[in-house]
Every structure is written in C-alpha cells, then in structure tokens.
C-alpha cells in the first residue's frame, strides 16, 4: 500500500509561472513533512518542510501547503525559474520512524 | 555540514557477483538508511539501522543485506547481483534526536548489473 502518493509525474512550466506538486498520506501519525529536491546525479537535498501545526509555510519562492483534514500537502514554486528544473520528492514521516516518500514530479522550467 | 560519501558513484557488475556499496557519513548520526530510486517508483527503503551492530528491514529487502560495524560506516550488500538490482541506489544519515527529523543524503550509487 502507497503511503503517500504524488502527482503530477512530470510538470512543464514557462519560466515566471507557479509549479504547483501535490501530495496524499494515508497515516494520521505522519507529523513531519518534508520535500526534497534532486538534480541528476546528485542525492535529494532537503528543499523545505512543515510540521502538521501549521497550515502554510514559505521560504522564498517556496511554500508548502497543508491540509490536514483532506490529509494532503503541497508545493508552490512561485516565479519559477528554469534553475528549479529538478526532480522534486515529497515524504511523510513520524519521529524516530521510517520516511515515506513519493513517487516524484520531474519539473521543467522552459526559458 | 553533514557529508554523506559513496564509495562509487557508478559500478557495474555481472549477475552473481556479490557487490559491497559503502556509505560513510561525518556527523556523528545513530540513524543511517539505504534507498534505492527507480523512475516512477520514487524511493524505496531496504535496511536501516538505529545503532551500531543494529539493523531494521526496511520495505523491499530481499536479496540485500546490510552491514554497520562503526557508526559512521552503514554498508549494503548484495549476496548475489541480479539485473532487476539494476538501479540507483542512495544512502541517508539522521540524527537520533527527538527533535532531529532531517535526513542527509548521499550522491548516490548507479548500480548496473549485466
């Protein structure tokens, strides 16, 4: 069973657009959120995160939305920029437990 | 910062060989895991370890064994290599803090198996 799901798969965007990431849980356990960004050869580096007390968080450009009645999460790239083309991974977690991560959107921000 | 190496970064080895995939991290973490990334599927986790000489299976186990004699060094093994093991496959490091939930990844292993 998919603990969380993510769509779209892949996302294409004029640059100065918003990307917008959707992601699904199934646990109402999960109290941690996190997405992850991945350019190709490289490890997922921690893009921002949100813990289930709060509804929205933003850190530049980027903003996670979070619904935890819907049990569903999302992420906003504001002003997109062709620098954001990356493969983007959203998770769900529980302290000291395993992480579970999507299924990834691979984004490209057209110039 | 928090590093996390691999020792390789690309490896191509031929069904039936046993492969070692080494990971070594610098920030004194109890928690390391591996993962292996396929296209659609995201990440899966096969072995993580809490604890020196500690192991936990993860969701997709089979046919890979783990090793962590040091707690800066978390090894995955696979016993017998075969094309389906064809893959990309990443360690992560964590605090065991309660307070501590990120996780650090490494570059990450292509993994090719004729």
Known sequence: QQQVKQSPQSLI???GGISIINC?????AFDYFPWYQQFPGKGPALLIAIRPDVSEKKE????ISFNKSAKQFSLHIMDSQPGDSATYFCA?????NKFYFGSGTKLNVKP | DVKVTQSSRYLVKRTGEKVFLECVQDMDHENMFWYRQDPGLGLRLIY??????MKEKGDIPE???????KKERFSLILESASTNQTSMYLCASKAGTASSYEQY??????LTVT
């Open chain 1, 13 to 15: 965007v004029q640059k």
């Open chain 1, 24 to 28: 699904a849980y199934e646990n109402t």
């Open chain 1, 60 to 63: 530049g450009r980027f903003t």
């Open chain 1, 92 to 96: 769900a977690s529980s302290i000291f």
């Open chain 2, 48 to 53: 993580f370890s809490y604890d020196v000489k």
């Open chain 2, 63 to 69: 046919g890979y064994s783990v090793s962590r004699e």
């Open chain 2, 105 to 110: 990844f490494g570059p990450g292993t292509r």
